[in-house]
């Protein structure tokens, strides 16, 4: 327990170094937003006049050395302070804390979706490996790697809301109706289900994959064939020996898609107005608002860094090699 | 007549279309009784695991399938048999062991737990009973702390406990026969012979049949009752141990244990002349593992001051077994390594003081030849490339080159239109050839080699043996030998080295080590050789004569 | 490595010459598309809100009545330019960053790999997303996002498989027999470690064919450049009124993408027979 421990300080250690990077790029990417910030501001303040720029500029530093601002920057980030929106006219944190739990329910469901989903089917089509079942899993996870989320969701919408009106083509409640408690929480779920298995089902088609491949792979070796010299049963083995180690790089695959599921947020909430980040992300493009966005780059990092986390525990508590590795 | 334990009757198993050959094993009959030890010997491709995985139902079916003959298990047919009453055979009255004790157990089981399955599967026995039949079965096999020892995942064990666990597995059930596949060749040999104790011990005490396979003689005179040899899937020799060993028949028989490399007697001392060659001056370097940003790393000590000398035209032979720093030394001395402290001195000057371009006039003048025929080649290259390529960079013409990579093959016993072909056409011994042939383009005057034999069949070991051992005396060049097998570096060096975590323990002629030891790890070294015993035959004592490319 | 031998093994694999044949089609379609399209694609070609199979515009037209069918055509072009330049600026970076970290090993290592490590923690399609909106979307910034967010998998590999091919022993011979460290990255190991390289290069053209056609449908594609994802994204609002109109650039998508897949498979097989393992 331990090294268990010891592993997960390492981890956090890691994680904070990573976060550190990542602020000193948004830090950069800050400065290369087009036009001079203060002019900017002005601009979105609507007063443009050189004394009020001037003011403007030494009220924010931005006539420090670089590094000097660096360091204010880190400093105001370590306190929660994103920034300023201009065009909303709110703290930058404040809109998205907002809009974080939304986002947070929609990734983490699809997330663990995608990969119970992912390894029962590459288990399943393994076990049946040549048949139609196979085949079939096969056709579909190819299908569903090749096509771009935004138009499954799309598509799904079209067909399960605007065709055949079984659940509600977007939204995150419905507004004006008022429920709470359970009914609530079942309203939410309702709305959930769409965007949940379109973010999903990609990423589901790609562990299936993986896990197949994974599975015939473990299936070749040494110590399969000892379990199967031993006389256990073949439901025995394919749980017991095969599966637990099959399923080692799909989570390592996992941890390093997570970042990709999380960016995969911001096209599911445009299409299915989801009052996430994502959507905050596509509103914060078309309004050119840089200093949401770039609040946005930053919490999704951070919630990369969480799932990160969270894989990484996973994989200690499949693998007893990790712990004593140390 | 009581009905044999087991019975294989023209047993035959086909390989899929496009396979080298249409059948693995062909018309295979041979008997195992209760109370004996079968040993199956054979070389790589000669069928006989795959004998032992059809026993077990292991084949890779369907490409590799029985397509005749039956395999009767006291008196009943195990192939006809329906799955059910196969699995509670397998593992429960036929038990097997594996060569592979790194990779047969699984890597996220505990010990104790992988053992257990067996019981739960073969017998009524409840949780607890199975554990402490678990913890006896450690104890049974000789293993320390059973008890926490059944708690512990594989990865902590060394080879030869893992092989220990696996014996533990097998007799879980008390089987009445237990099959057991090369189980020492992936083992150091002192390992090898305490398993070799423990698997005999065992037999003996439980009067199972046993089916030992092997490509070893030494391991043969060693443990068996009877022996059966196959080659290429057919069954060429079969009798008493005693018979086969002292009295071979089958010419093919003759010939492999002719191979086994053993300690030629008549072999003279060699005389030192001149200054030494090669002066390695304590020689350390340690390794460091693991580690990272927030991780100690760990260091492990591969040589830790390594003092050795080489004269011209000696044959040294540096002996130890895995992990001893063995290749560490003749890795420093091509400058694949640099070690952190000591010297180097070849012909006088040390090696270890020159940066890059004051080492690059040395490397044409020592060479090695590598251990994995397979790996050692590029294979993307045509054979006369890889041969010219080191001349070549050193600025000699590149067909004039290609010329003499032409002659070098003739030397090393291939034809000279190898040079156009890719290094997958060719077999193992072959690959050693070339690999032989582009360190001679070099014109060393050392040669370092680094296990070049340990990777090949024993029949092509000998060949190759004989190849460097005329090719030195030839070209009178010396030779660092290194190897994990006393016997191989008896029949070729005239002065041994012996290692032991990473210091030399001993260091003579090759007849003083052998007859006269020194140090007692070098008797425990002698005193693991499998078959020590065994005189091998006198009219087979003389190797044969260099044969056509392996 | 193109021989007989290597079409044999790529034929083998059915799905992969459906996907080869397909990519074919979407290529001619690209190389023709002005001959078959003339005329600009954003330009109205008929009247709006045309449903497919009508007159004059086979597959419908948009709100603007635009041909749709053109527009697929021509975004044809958009795409495949895309995805292949972005993937090789993707492999340049990654290929190079990866065989440094794997031949040289030790701190170079670590720097790398802790350098990858960051860009594979950053969500990707955010940062892309955040680059182009930043330097404003043109062709340039959108191939640069791409390669920018793309290339930590490359890395990876490349370093994976010099790491392991530095310690061959045929790289170990190159050494000692003198050969020089340009020689034995160019001649020795690179040529040993392409064919996962391709695979991974063809698998990821797909991806950036992915990546490029969800920045225009978020409003981020080059405002010249006709685009499948700009199509689906301009229809979006009126998917109730038109399905086709961003149900066939959708099936483009789809079907190019997946086609890419199936050849990357294809070349696996064909390319990766353990040819380079152990005893080949």
Known sequence: MLGFAQLFASRLVKALAILIAIVVMNFFLVHAAPGDPAMVMAGEAGAADEKFVEQLRQQFGLDRPLHEQLATYVGKIAQGDLGFSYRQQRPVWDILAERLPATLILTLTAFLLALAAGVALGTLAAITVGTWADSAITVVALLAYATPIYWIGLMLSLLFSIQLGWLPAFGYETIGAGYTGLAHAADVAQHLILPVITLALFYMAGYARLTRASMLEVRGQDFVKTAKAKGLSQSHIVTRHVLRNAILPVITVAGIQAGQLVGGSILIETVFAWPGIGRLAFEAVLQRDYQVLLGIFLVTSVMVILFNILTDILYGIVDPRIQAAR | ?550 | MINADFWKAFARNKGAVFGLVILAGILVLAAFASVLFPGDPWDMATAPFQPPLSDGSPLGSDMLGRDIAAGIAHGARVSLLIGLTSTAAALAIGVTLGALAGFHGGRVDDAIMRFTELFQTIPNFVLAVVLVAIFTPSLTTIVAAIAIVSWPPLARLARAEFMSLRTREFVQAAITTGQSNSAIILRQILPNSLSPIIVSASLMVATAILLESSLSFLGLGDPNAMSWGYMIGAARTVIRQAWWMSFFPGLAIVLTVLALNLVGEGLNDALNPKLARSRG
Not at chain 2, 343 to 367: C, H, M, N
């Open chain 2, 1 to 550: 007549m009581t009905v044999p334990l087991l019975d294989v009757r023209g047993l035959s198993i086909a390989l899929p279309p496009g396979a080298d050959r249409p059948l693995a094993v062909d018309n295979l009959t041979f008997t195992l009784n209760a109370n004996e030890i079968l040993c199956v010997v054979g070389e790589s491709g000669s069928g006989k695991s795959m004998t032992a995985h059809a026993m077990m139902g292991l084949l890779p079916h369907p490409h590799v399938r029985v397509s005749a003959g039956s395999l009767l298990f006291k008196g009943r047919d195990v192939l006809t048999m329906p799955e059910a009453e196969q699995r509670s055979l397998r593992g429960g009255r036929i038990a097997m062991v594996f060569q592979e004790p790194m990779t047969a157990l699984n890597p996220l089981m505990r010990v104790g737990r992988q053992i257990g399955e067996s019981l739960r599967a073969h017998t009524p026995l409840p949780a607890p009973a199975r554990h402490a039949r678990v913890v006896e079965l450690l104890d049974q096999v000789g293993l320390p702390n059973p008890a926490e020892l059944a708690d512990a995942y594989p990865f902590r064990l060394s080879g030869g406990q893992r092989q220990r666990v696996m014996i533990a597995m097998a007799l879980a059930c008390q089987p009445d026969i237990l099959i057991a596949d090369e189980p020492t060749t992936a083992l150091d040999v002192t390992t090898q012979k305490q398993i070799l104790d423990l698997i005999r011990a065992i037999q003996a005490e439980r009067h199972m049949g046993m089916m030992f396979i092997t490509h070893d003689f030494g391991v043969v005179a060693e443990i068996a009752h009877r022996v059966a040899v196959m080659r290429h899937g057919k069954l060429v020799e079969y009798g008493a141990a005693g018979d086969v060993l002292n009295r071979p028949q089958h010419p093919y028989t003759r010939q492999l244990i002719a191979s086994v490399p053993h300690y030629i007697e008549h072999r003279d001392d060699h005389a030192k002349s001149g200054a030494p060659l090669l002066v390695a001056e304590k020689v350390r370097k340690t390794f460091h593992v693991g580690g990272g940003l927030f991780r100690k790393s760990k260091p492990v000590v591969a040589g830790d001051d390594l003092s050795l000398t080489i004269h011209p035209g000696e044959t040294v032979g540096l002996v130890g077994e895995s992990g001893s720093g063995k290749s560490t030394l003749g890795r420093s001395i091509v400058g694949l390594i640099k070690p952190d402290s000591g010297r180097i001195l070849f012909e006088g000057t040390d090696l270890l003081s020159l940066d890059a371009k004051g080492f690059r006039p040395y490397r044409r003048r020592v060479q090695m030849v590598f251990q994995d025929p397979y790996a050692s080649l590029n294979p993307r290259h045509r054979i006369g490339d890889i041969i010219a390529q080191g001349p070549v960079a050193f600025g000699e013409d590149r067909n004039k080159a290609l010329k003499r990579a032409r002659e070098l093959l003739a030397m090393v016993g291939l034809d000279g239109s190898a040079a156009d072909r890719f290094p997958h056409e060719f077999s193992g011994g072959q690959r050693q050839r070339v690999g032989i042939a582009r360190a001679l383009a070099m014109e060393p005057k050392l040669l370092v080699a680094d296990e070049p034999v340990s990777a090949l069949d024993v029949s092509v070991q000998g060949q190759v043996l004989e190849l460097l051992d005329d090719i030195r005396k030839r070209l009178g060049l010396a030779m660092l030998f290194i190897t994990h097998d006393l016997r191989v570096a008896a029949q070729v060096c005239d002065t041994i080295a012996v290692m032991r975590r990473g210091k030399i323990v001993e260091m003579g002629t090759s007849r003083q080590v052998f007859t006269h030891p020194r140090d007692a790890y070098t008797r425990t070294l002698l005193d693991a050789i499998p078959g020590k015993a065994w005189h091998i035959p006198d009219d087979l004592q003389k190797a044969p004569v260099v044969g056509a490319a392996s």
